[in-house]
């Protein structure tokens, strides 16, 4: 068997013409007995009673506003000099990348040039090389056409690429 619990909130007055007291009660019930667990009894304040407490309030909402104010004038001066702080950063930074890009584009530049200088010095070498090669290999086969070779031993010799 499941018990529910069900509160009721209770406000009873006296009389509705008597501006006397009230009294208001949250009341437990359930299937065996009605349990009052607070009961308060309410009485008419006195114009001075009532001012006294809306004075009251309206000090410590002041005092919380001063306090709120503070501490989000706190929190701006922390963000300001946060978002400071990250701009500086940020801009260094920049300027760090933009000299790392510059060297990186001078040292491209500079290797590009030179492999080409290179290139260019190992064409030349090669146009000198190959004629004279050429002429030898010309040369060689003149010669052993002019002197016909006598046994099947022989071969022609092999020549070396540079």
């Known amino acids: ?3 529910e619990r ?3 909130l209770h406000l009873t007055w006296q009389s509705p013409t008597i501006e006397c007291c009230a009294t208001f009660s949250v ?3 359930n299937a065996f007995k009605h349990l009052n667990h607070l009961s308060l009894r309410l009485v008419q304040g006195s114009d001075k009673d009532v001012k006294d407490y809306l004075a009251a309030c309206l000090a410590t909402l002041k ?3 001063l306090a709120v104010d503070m501490k989000l004038k706190e929190t ?3 963000l300001s000099r946060q978002l400071s702080y ?4 940020l801009s260094e930074k920049t300027k760090e990348l933009e000299k790392l890009r510059s060297e990186w584009t001078n040292q ?3 290797l590009s040039s030179r492999h080409s200088e290179e290139l260019l ?4 070498k090669i146009l000198e090389v190959q004629p004279s090669r050429h002429k030898r290999t010309w040369q060689r086969i003149n010669v052993k056409s002019k002197n016909p070779v006598k046994s099947g031993s022989e071969s022609y010799p092999l020549h070396r690429v540079h």
């Not at 990250?86 to 950063?89: E, N, P």
């Not at 010095?121 to 030349?124: D, F, H, K, N, V």
């Open 1 to 3: 068997m499941i018990f």
């Open 6 to 8: 069900r509160f009721l």
């Open 27 to 29: 009341v437990e019930t």
């Open 63 to 65: 005092t919380e506003k």
């Open 76 to 78: 701006e001066d922390d």
């Open 86 to 89: 990250t701009q500086q950063t």
């Open 108 to 110: 491209t530049s500079s």
């Open 121 to 124: 010095l190992e064409r030349e």
